[in-house]
């Protein structure tokens, strides 16, 4: 039902985003959908993997901060009206969205959604009709 989200801190400077996708290719690590939030200082890289056990792991290995969020990926389908569906869901149970990015790699598209109640979320959208990718799925 969730999939791993790694979400590494970096420092907001030149080259530490080089660095962090340089440790993921060097392990054969495919990043499927990303997504970066910055301030002045420091940044947040989210990102759906294909191993995202030996991802965090090789990069904490290097120095960084990185770390593992369950997240839903809710498979949508190209057509209009599909978000405001999942996202009318989601605010007709008082379900607060608090971050989301989308996902279009090796045929699959969804939307990573992070929810103020992540088991509440997956079943609502669920009963609504939407499916969910798991991680297995996701990562092949």
Known sequence: MFVKQLSVFIENREGRLEQV???LADENVNILSLSMADTT???????????????????????FS??????LAVRLEDR??????MTHILCALGLNVEY???????????????????????????DGGLALYGNEEMCR
Not at 66 to 71: E, G, N, P, S, Y
């Open 100 to 126: 989301m990015y989308a996902l279009a790699s090796s045929g699959k598209r969804a939307m990573i959604v992070k929810a103020s109640d992540g088991e509440a979320a997956a079943k609502a959208v669920t």
């Open 80 to 85: 209009v009206g599909e978000l405001h569906r």
């Open 21 to 23: 996708t340089r440790v």
């Open 41 to 63: 200082e420091y940044g947040v890289l989210r990102m759906i993997v294909s191993d995202p056990e030996k991802a965090r792991a090789t990069l904490c290995a290097e120095g």
């Open 66 to 71: 990185a770390m593992l969020t369950d997240v």
